[in-house]
């Protein structure tokens, strides 16, 4: 089985909200990135109108921080780095500022998925890549459907943690079935958002994305992955927009973005210690059934319901695979083992 050894991505998403509850207004968040700014940060406006964004160098490396396309969504980005010391020296360099300038101006880092309470009020902003705000516009009046997961302003409220990985795009054609085959395992191990509204599930955010991207056949877990390969294979490594879970970013590069946005340093590292478990044991997976992948995921989003002996095969796989991945993420792999085993026990 081939080892990881190339770099590795992460992307935190918090929402920043008032102490009622709801998304700051431009003022307020203006204020917050300005008191980065006062500690020595770099400002910087990316968009027009600007989408506020912030940046310090930690061990000779960038760290950025910038508002998503809503003002209560904070991207918290990670150098490339291969070490989890590495890791632990962009968190502690970051995010206890961010809470602590928070803090300061009566508002919440809001470390979780989703907010219980959806906040009213959104400011949204035009990407640099979308300057007549044609996709903002698309987004916002795509097709309503009758569903408890469905509102336009849902996906301003969601927050993931993103990792990115090195690998060439033949590989991560080759490997997405096996990759998809572990999908259930991430709502089952990593979900931080499970009352939303009036709703109850075990991981909510990841059904938000099947209702409100709905009309996009291959958002979130696609509904046919053998097209998804297919339009994938046709169009490139750079041809276009996906919505999926799993995503090329170039020609050599990965990302999963299925995961909840992780609350603490450890549960980032569990994270990272899965993927790259997954890319090994995915090959080792030589054909899935993609719609009984499919069930298993959304079902497990629904209410935490999953068999057994499912996971323990492929908590066989991650146990080979844990030895194959770098030396410094070990300790966070059996962490996953150790959740597994436990999952396994409680079902």
Same mark, same amino acid.
């Given at each position: 089985?081939?080892?990881?050894?190339?770099?590795?991505?992460?992307?935190?998403?918090?929402?920043?909200?008032?102490?009622?509850?709801?998304?700051?207004?431009?003022?307020?968040?203006?204020?917050?990135?300005?008191?980065?700014?006062?500690?020595?940060?770099?400002?910087?406006?990316?968009?027009?109108?600007? @989408?506020?964004?912030?940046?310090?160098?930690?061990?000779?490396?960038?760290?950025?921080?910038?508002?998503?396309?809503?003002?209560?969504?904070?991207?918290?980005?990670?150098?490339?780095?291969?070490?989890?010391?590495?890791?632990?020296?962009?968190?502690?360099?970051?995010? %206890?500022?961010?809470?602590?300038?928070?803090?300061?101006?009566?508002?919440s880092l809001h470390r979780q998925a989703v907010y219980p309470a959806v906040p009213v009020d959104f400011d949204y902003r035009l990407a640099i890549d979308d300057p007549d705000g044609s996709r903002l516009q698309k987004y916002l009046n795509r097709p309503v459907i009758d569903s408890p997961y469905f509102a336009r302003n849902y996906p301003a409220a969601i927050c993931a943690a993103q990792v990115s990985l090195d690998l060439t795009f033949e590989s991560f054609l080759d490997l997405l079935p096996?990759?998809?085959?572990?999908?259930?395992?991430?709502?089952?191990?990593?979900?931080?958002?499970?009352?939303?509204?009036?709703?109850?599930?075990?991981?909510?955010?990841?059904?938000?994305?099947?209702?409100?991207?709905? #009309?996009?056949?291959?958002?979130?877990?696609?509904?046919?992955?053998?097209?998804?390969?297919?339009?994938?294979?046709?169009?490139? %490594?750079?041809?276009?927009?996906?919505?999926?879970?799993?995503?090329?970013?170039?020609?050599?590069?990965?990302?999963? @973005?299925?995961?909840?946005?992780?609350? #603490?340093?450890?549960?980032?590292?569990?994270?990272?210690?899965?993927?790259?478990?997954?890319?090994?044991?995915?090959?080792?997976?030589?054909?899935?059934?993609?719609?009984?992948?499919?069930?298993?995921?959304?079902?497990?989003?629904?209410?935490?319901?999953?068999?057994?002996?499912?996971?323990?095969?492929?908590?066989?796989?991650?146990?080979?695979?844990?030895?194959?991945?770098?030396?410094?993420?070990?300790?966070?792999?059996?962490?996953?083992?150790?959740?597994?085993?436990?999952?396994?026990?409680?079902?």
């Amino acid at each position: 089985m081939i080892s990881y050894a190339g770099r590795i991505g992460i992307e935190a998403e918090y929402l920043l909200l008032t102490s009622q509850g709801q998304a700051p207004a431009t003022e307020l968040l203006t204020q917050f990135y300005q008191e980065f700014v006062q500690r020595g940060w770099q400002a910087e406006s990316a968009d027009t109108p600007p @989408r506020l964004v912030v940046k310090t160098r930690i061990e000779n490396s960038e760290f950025v921080l910038k508002n998503d396309f809503a003002t209560c969504i904070l991207e918290f980005v990670f150098p490339p780095f291969e070490k989890f010391e590495e890791l632990r020296k962009f968190w502690e360099n970051s995010i %206890p500022v961010a809470q602590e300038i928070a803090d300061s101006l009566d508002l919440s880092l809001h470390r979780q998925a989703v907010y219980p309470a959806v906040p009213v009020d959104f400011d949204y902003r035009l990407a640099i890549d979308d300057p007549d705000g044609s996709r903002l516009q698309k987004y916002l009046n795509r097709p309503v459907i009758d569903s408890p997961y469905f509102a336009r302003n849902y996906p301003a409220a969601i927050c993931a943690a993103q990792v990115s990985l090195d690998l060439t795009f033949e590989s991560f054609l080759d490997l997405l079935p096996g990759l998809y085959e572990f999908e259930y395992l991430v709502p089952l191990l990593f979900t931080t958002g499970r009352e939303f509204q009036t709703q109850s599930n075990f991981s909510v955010r990841s059904l938000i994305i099947q209702n409100n991207w709905h #009309d996009v056949v291959n958002a979130g877990f696609p509904a046919d992955l053998a097209g998804l390969i297919s339009e994938l294979t046709q169009r490139g %490594p750079t041809g276009g927009r996906h919505l999926s879970n799993l995503v090329p970013r170039g020609a050599n590069r990965i990302e999963f @973005r299925s995961a909840d946005t992780q609350p #603490d340093l450890e549960s980032l590292a569990k994270l990272i210690a899965f993927r790259l478990m997954s890319l090994t044991a995915a090959q080792q997976v030589q054909k899935i059934d993609s719609e009984i992948a499919r069930t298993h995921f959304l079902r497990v989003c629904q209410d935490g319901n999953c068999d057994p002996c499912r996971i323990q095969t492929h908590r066989e796989l991650f146990r080979e695979a844990c030895l194959n991945i770098p030396q410094s993420w070990q300790k966070a792999g059996q962490t996953v083992l150790e959740a597994m085993e436990s999952l396994m026990q409680s079902r």
